[in-house]
């Protein structure tokens, strides 16, 4: 079966800093591949979608790599702030169209000020 | 604004009772789920409808039921076979359309307790 790995120990950085978040998956390559904010008592919130004919996706100080090779996606954040703590979900789509994404256990990222 | 609905925020349930939890959308979406969350867990999938009147079982459905009589809303009941229903519940909605991959939005969530 389809397993997605997401570090399960809270991420702490310094403020200004760069938070890098991995997702990892097994088995066959999905077709894209989602990242998620979520706050504590709430629902996640979409971020940013990578395709798999996409190395790269940016989004003001969001970057999101996708290598099929390794399996793995990486989630940067760059010049981190205190507001930014917050869960990290990575979602991948096995279903094969039938838009039912299959989600990580999440990241928790901690930026101390 | 356009947005997804869910109450109650909080809800308690009594043994043998049967639990219903509302959600509602107003973005015109086709595709509707249902998330159970656990402490340090993933989203587990519980139930999903992707048209109006069909609707099919997620990985956990066993102890839930689900309808799906309007596009807008799909309510979700916990009823007293599902015997460990503590949890955070996520109800989404996506679009669906075509191969898109559009993201899911997604409520705040229920969250329920047994008494």
């Known amino acids: 079966s389809q397993k997605i790995e997401q570090n399960s120990e809270a991420l702490n950085i310094q403020e200004g800093k760069t938070a890098t978040l991995t997702c990892n998956y097994t088995?066959?390559?999905?077709?894209?591949l989602q990242w998620y904010r979520q706050d504590p008592g709430r629902g996640p919130v979409f971020l940013l979608l990578i395709r798999e004919n996409e190395k790269e996706k940016r989004k003001e100080r969001l970057k999101v790599t996708f290598d099929t090779t390794l399996k793995q996606s990486l989630f940067h954040i760059t010049a981190s702030q205190p507001a930014d703590s917050a869960t990290y979900l990575c979602?991948?789509?096995?279903?094969?169209?039938?838009?039912?994404?299959?989600f990580g256990r999440g990241t928790s990222l901690i930026v101390h000020p | 604004d356009g947005g997804i609905t869910q109450s109650p925020k909080y809800l308690f349930r009594k043994e043998g009772q049967n639990v219903t939890l509302s959600c509602e959308q107003n973005l015109n979406h086709d595709a509707m789920y249902w998330y159970r969350q656990d402490p340090g867990q993933g989203l587990r999938l519980i139930y999903y409808?992707?048209?109006?009147?069909?609707?099919q079982k997620g990985d956990i459905a066993e102890g839930y039921s689900v309808s799906r009589e309007k596009k807008e809303s799909f309510p979700l009941t916990v009823t007293s076979a599902q015997k460990n229903p503590t949890a955070f519940y996520l109800c989404a909605s996506t679009t669906g359309e075509g191969n898109s991959n559009q993201p899911q939005h997604f409520g705040d969530g229920t969250r329920l307790s047994i008494l």
């Open positions: 409808s992707q048209i109006v009147n069909d609707f």
């Open positions: 979602a991948l789509d096995f279903s094969g169209g039938s838009y039912i994404p299959t």
């Open positions: 088995n066959y390559s999905p077709a894209y």
